[in-house]
């Protein structure tokens, strides 16, 4: 099913570069629209707490790798923004969840498409209402699923548009889970091998309610094994 799914996405994509080429539409593809992400500059905006702010720096100091990269504050940004020759890390918060966006800047109505916004990925963090601190224990995987989703879609249409979801992979059997909350943290931030951690992000915190998401993080290599929204 999987396989049928994907054969119809792609004769999409190529009857879409098929009608662009009868006229002068012209039609990008996600994929194609961040094809410059690895030769332009990410600016990480630090507009949370000094906790926050710290672990965010210290994160990206370590982990990341997929492109030139700078720390800039809130003001920065916000006069930076229209700047299509940047991308943005930073927070924004929907509905009492704050996630951690990766964004190209630009005007939204340029002439040229390639010049306008681009969302590549938004990854819910924590809970406006939520003063547990979870995210800063988190915040390597966080990091790394980011760039684990932008490698691929850069190299696949097909993930570009499915999100998260496109970079999940099989648990192995043998791989401890947990899910108590309190020993999923000790476990992460221990870097238990052979193992994985439940991340339940909510407004308040609390694992009951509709609008929540759900991510099954390894705790060694911070692989992404399940991601769900309620």
Request: glycine content about 6%.
């Amino acid at each position: 099913m999987k396989q049928s799914a994907g054969k119809y996405f792609l004769l999409f994509i190529l009857l879409l570069h098929s009608f662009a080429g009868w006229g002068q539409l012209r039609i990008y593809t996600r994929s194609f629209m961040i094809q410059d992400l690895k030769s332009k500059p990410t600016k990480v905006v630090l507009n949370g707490s000094r906790e926050f702010n710290s672990a965010l720096r210290q994160e990206i100091t370590s982990l990341w790798t997929i492109t030139p990269f700078e720390f800039c504050t809130e003001a920065e940004y916000k006069k930076q923004m229209n700047n299509s020759d940047c991308y943005f890390l930073h927070t924004q918060t929907n509905k009492g969840i704050v996630f951690l966006s990766l964004d190209r800047g630009g005007k939204k109505n340029d002439d040229d498409a390639l010049k306008r916004p681009v969302t590549l990925l938004s990854i819910p963090i924590y809970g406006e209402q939520d003063s547990s601190g979870r995210e800063l224990i988190y915040m390597p995987a966080f990091i790394s699923i980011i760039q684990d989703y932008a490698e691929a879609a850069l190299n696949s249409e097909c993930a570009a548009y499915r999100g998260l979801k496109s970079i999940k992979k099989r648990m192995p059997r043998y791989y401890t889970l947990y899910t108590d909350r309190a020993k999923a943290d000790e476990a992460f931030a221990s870097k238990y091998e052979d193992a994985a951690s439940l991340l339940v992000i909510s407004p308040d915190g609390k694992r009951i309610g509709k609008h929540r998401y759900e991510m099954i993080i390894g705790t060694s290599d911070y692989r992404l094994y399940h991601y769900a929204k309620h």
